[in-house]
């Protein structure tokens, strides 16, 4: 298990404990936080699992594919240097206490 | 009993024997007790009227899907095993491919397909479904099916795939081939086959790269042959796959969304209090009508499947309707819920093969749904709804109804 911090756009905020080896996405949805969308579960197609990750973090994640790189550039909420797609950031022990950012809308 | 003639040991003992026909009129009127029945039966069923493999559990699918070095689609998506007879038509290059020549094809179609298109394409299908629902409303009753499901993807679709105007009606008896083709050989099939030689004269015609206007997804897919990722050989097939899945789908997809909110008036009250649920109320009634109903597998090697060992070279049959309505995975599976998180359905398919033009249909799907929730007041149905039959894709003839204004 690793603790990760989901903050919504309101400034809310819910902590979870993310199973190992599960994906960002599926812990949020598993864990009941709103806000990512996830429409083709995890199938890196959709980029509606869009998130904000914290800048002290950004550097510490696998590194963004081509794929989820292109699929960046088609979020609905502006896409920043520190934008990720959920469902391809793997949860790990090396994670614990990752603060990452819901945009305001998915789609 | 082992129903395929060949050795005792070929077929596992504890596997249910089912004598379902899930190609018949009977199950097409009426599939649900069937998928009950092939659920509680268990994880694998064997349905001996086609002497195939069944999966109707939502984990088993999501399995099948999920492991496409073992349930391989070079074989066939099909009920025919492209191994043992000859496919009715050359084989798609992705939708009947395994990686890594799929990868490939697969790469391109998502680029021309991506979530960066759809924000382009967005304002122009928002505003063609908002014609269309306003030009319904004049009309007060009419039929859902061919003036609405239909009508509307065939304003937007041809137009992004920049096909030319003329032999657009060819379309959708194309599709409608394409996925009778995909069953047994029943009278579906045969017929279809038949009938085949214009729409298919028609298709392959328009795959070629002087039919296809400028910006469209057709020339987009063609000019990745420029740049090395396919060959100019390999552009037409691919486009074929669009005009193959791309269309009557989404007819499907619309009508099952209208055809919900006609039938729950408390979801289309929820709908048109917040038009912001309209995406998600379309994705629902995927799930909840799953208008891609089956899609087939070949095994690549001796596999244990819920407990079951199935031999190398079986088809095996997902039924995703089935598998998106287990008890196992949702919560009141039978209910249609505009809001319910829907995430992980598998009507688009799931793993490498997972739909990937789900970004048209599902703009589609909000586009006529959003237009729906902002204008239409109530919507009942004015007559009895007719079913059309199809080996593969499940939803309605016809649906009479009246719309009147909000
Ligand atoms: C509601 C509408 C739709 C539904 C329910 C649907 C369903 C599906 C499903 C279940 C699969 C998986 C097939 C498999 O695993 O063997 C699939 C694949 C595919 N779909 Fe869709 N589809 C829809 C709309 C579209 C649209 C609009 C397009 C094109 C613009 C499209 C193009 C494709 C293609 C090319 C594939 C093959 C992908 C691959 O094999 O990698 N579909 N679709
Ligand atoms: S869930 Fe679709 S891209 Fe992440």
């Not at chain 2, 009920?79 to 038509?89: H, I, M, N």
């Given at each position: 298990m690793t603790t990760i911090t989901f903050i919504h756009p309101d400034k809310s905020s819910q902590t979870v404990d993310a199973a190992d080896g599960d994906s960002l996405m599926l812990a949020a949805l598993t864990h009941g936080v709103?806000?990512?969308?996830a429409e083709c579960g995890g199938n890196?197609?959709?980029?509606?699992c869009h998130v904000y990750v914290d800048d002290a973090w950004a550097a510490k994640l696998d590194p963004v594919s081509d794929d989820e790189d292109a699929l960046l550039?088609?979020?609905?909420a502006e896409r920043l240097p520190?934008?990720?797609?959920?469902?391809?950031v793997k949860v790990q022990?090396?994670?614990?206490?990752l603060v990452v950012r819901i945009p305001d809308k998915q789609s | 009993m082992n129903p395929t003639g060949l050795s005792g040991a070929a077929v596992a003992p504890a596997i249910p024997h089912l004598a379902i026909d899930p190609f018949s009129y009977a199950f097409f009127d009426d599939p649900y007790p069937a998928h009950q029945e092939m659920r509680e039966a268990g994880p694998v069923v064997y349905l001996?009227?086609?002497n195939v493999y069944g999966v109707a559990r939502y984990a088993e699918v999501y399995a099948v899907f999920n492991d496409p070095l073992t349930f391989c689609s070079s074989r066939g998506?099909?009920?025919?095993?492209f191994a043992k007879e000859k496919p009715w038509?050359?084989?798609?290059?992705?939708?009947e491919a395994d990686p890594p020549a799929h990868t490939r094809t697969r790469a391109v179609l998502s680029k021309v397909l991506s979530p960066a298109v759809m924000k382009r394409l967005r304002d122009g299908f928002m505003a063609s479904a908002e014609a269309k629902v306003d030009e319904l409303l004049a009309r007060g009753?009419?039929?859902?099916?061919?003036?609405l499901a239909e009508a509307y993807p065939l304003s937007v679709f041809p137009d992004a795939l920049g096909?030319?105007?003329?032999?657009?009606?060819?379309l959708i008896p194309y599709a409608s081939l394409v996925f009778n083709a995909f069953?047994?050989?029943?009278e579906l099939r045969q017929q279809a086959i038949e009938r085949s030689a214009p729409h298919q004269a028609y298709v392959t015609e328009q795959?070629?790269?002087?039919?296809l206007a400028p910006g469209g997804f057709g020339a987009c897919i063609h000019a990745f042959s420029d740049s090395g990722e396919i060959t100019p050989a390999e552009a037409p097939l691919l486009v074929r796959s669009l005009l193959s899945a791309g269309l009557d789908t989404t007819v499907y997809g619309i009508g099952a969304a209208v055809y919900c909110l006609a039938r729950f008036p408390d979801q289309w009250a929820r709908l048109r209090a917040d038009p912001s649920l309209a995406r998600n109320a379309f994705e629902e009634a995927v799930r909840f009508?799953?208008?891609?109903q089956t899609f087939f597998r070949t095994t690549t090697r001796d596999v244990e499947l819920g407990g079951i060992v199935i031999p190398e070279g079986e088809k095996v049959l997902m039924f995703l309707g089935a598998a998106n309505r287990d008890p196992r995975r949702w919560e009141q599976p039978d209910a249609y819920d505009v809001?319910?998180?829907?995430?992980?359905?598998v009507g688009f398919g799931?793993?490498?093969?997972?739909?990937?033009?789900q970004l048209v249909a599902r703009l589609e799907g909000e586009a006529v749904l959003t237009a729906l929730a902002r204008k239409v007041g109530s919507i009942t149905m004015s007559g009895a709804p007719k079913r059309r039959y199809n080996n593969t894709l499940r939803g309605l003839e016809s649906l009479p109804v009246t719309f009147t204004p909000a």
């Amino acid at each position: 298990m690793t603790t990760i911090t989901f903050i919504h756009p309101d400034k809310s905020s819910q902590t979870v404990d993310a199973a190992d080896g599960d994906s960002l996405m599926l812990a949020a949805l598993t864990h009941g936080v709103d806000g990512i969308v996830a429409e083709c579960g995890g199938n890196a197609v959709c980029a509606t699992c869009h998130v904000y990750v914290d800048d002290a973090w950004a550097a510490k994640l696998d590194p963004v594919s081509d794929d989820e790189d292109a699929l960046l550039d088609g979020t609905a909420a502006e896409r920043l240097p520190n934008s990720r797609l959920s469902c391809q950031v793997k949860v790990q022990p090396s994670l614990a206490g990752l603060v990452v950012r819901i945009p305001d809308k998915q789609s | 009993m082992n129903p395929t003639g060949l050795s005792g040991a070929a077929v596992a003992p504890a596997i249910p024997h089912l004598a379902i026909d899930p190609f018949s009129y009977a199950f097409f009127d009426d599939p649900y007790p069937a998928h009950q029945e092939m659920r509680e039966a268990g994880p694998v069923v064997y349905l001996d009227q086609w002497n195939v493999y069944g999966v109707a559990r939502y984990a088993e699918v999501y399995a099948v899907f999920n492991d496409p070095l073992t349930f391989c689609s070079s074989r066939g998506v099909g009920l025919s095993d492209f191994a043992k007879e000859k496919p009715w038509r050359p084989p798609s290059l992705i939708l009947e491919a395994d990686p890594p020549a799929h990868t490939r094809t697969r790469a391109v179609l998502s680029k021309v397909l991506s979530p960066a298109v759809m924000k382009r394409l967005r304002d122009g299908f928002m505003a063609s479904a908002e014609a269309k629902v306003d030009e319904l409303l004049a009309r007060g009753s009419f039929d859902a099916i061919p003036d609405l499901a239909e009508a509307y993807p065939l304003s937007v679709f041809p137009d992004a795939l920049g096909l030319k105007p003329e032999g657009r009606d060819h379309l959708i008896p194309y599709a409608s081939l394409v996925f009778n083709a995909f069953g047994p050989p029943n009278e579906l099939r045969q017929q279809a086959i038949e009938r085949s030689a214009p729409h298919q004269a028609y298709v392959t015609e328009q795959c070629q790269r002087d039919n296809l206007a400028p910006g469209g997804f057709g020339a987009c897919i063609h000019a990745f042959s420029d740049s090395g990722e396919i060959t100019p050989a390999e552009a037409p097939l691919l486009v074929r796959s669009l005009l193959s899945a791309g269309l009557d789908t989404t007819v499907y997809g619309i009508g099952a969304a209208v055809y919900c909110l006609a039938r729950f008036p408390d979801q289309w009250a929820r709908l048109r209090a917040d038009p912001s649920l309209a995406r998600n109320a379309f994705e629902e009634a995927v799930r909840f009508e799953s208008p891609v109903q089956t899609f087939f597998r070949t095994t690549t090697r001796d596999v244990e499947l819920g407990g079951i060992v199935i031999p190398e070279g079986e088809k095996v049959l997902m039924f995703l309707g089935a598998a998106n309505r287990d008890p196992r995975r949702w919560e009141q599976p039978d209910a249609y819920d505009v809001a319910r998180k829907v995430s992980g359905h598998v009507g688009f398919g799931s793993g490498i093969h997972m739909c990937v033009g789900q970004l048209v249909a599902r703009l589609e799907g909000e586009a006529v749904l959003t237009a729906l929730a902002r204008k239409v007041g109530s919507i009942t149905m004015s007559g009895a709804p007719k079913r059309r039959y199809n080996n593969t894709l499940r939803g309605l003839e016809s649906l009479p109804v009246t719309f009147t204004p909000a």
